[in-house]
């Protein structure tokens, strides 16, 4: 089973962009049939998917925020990185990296231990 590490700024000012890294551990991102995704939880509310990216490079984003996300890849690094721009205080969540097998809509069976991002000047 792959681990996950999310690691990134925790602190982000209004209007700028967020990049997070995921730095997989125990399998490849180019692994056949993996899928690689970003989640967050704002406080008090649910898990929201935010974008997947698949083994072949394909990319699958929340229509919600669709404009603001991109999710890359580094092959050689074994990281995929989240970016999300025009970043507001409704963006404040904890952040997770997950992956899955079969689909980009497969459940995820492994996961980051999160990592907390809040906007605020």
């Known amino acids: 089973q792959v681990q996950l590490q999310e690691s990134g700024p925790g602190l982000v000012k209004p209007s700028q962009t967020l990049s997070l890294t995921c730095t997989v551990s125990?399998?490849?991102?180019?692994?056949?049939?993996?899928?690689w995704s970003w989640i967050r939880q704002p406080p008090g509310k649910g898990l929201e998917w935010m974008g997947t990216?698949?083994?072949?490079?394909?990319?699958y984003y929340s229509p919600s925020l669709k404009s603001r996300t991109s999710i890359s890849r580094d092959i050689v690094k074994n990281q995929f990185t989240l970016q999300l721009s025009s970043m507001t205080p409704e963006d404040t969540a904890v952040y997770y990296c997950?992956?899955?097998?079969?689909?980009?809509?497969?459940?995820?069976?492994?996961w980051g231990q999160g990592t907390q991002v809040t906007v605020s000047s």
């Open positions: 125990g399998g490849s991102i180019t692994e056949n049939y993996y899928y």
């Open positions: 990216r698949g083994y072949t490079g394909s990319t």
């Open positions: 997950a992956s899955g097998q079969g689909t980009w809509y497969s459940p995820y069976d492994s």
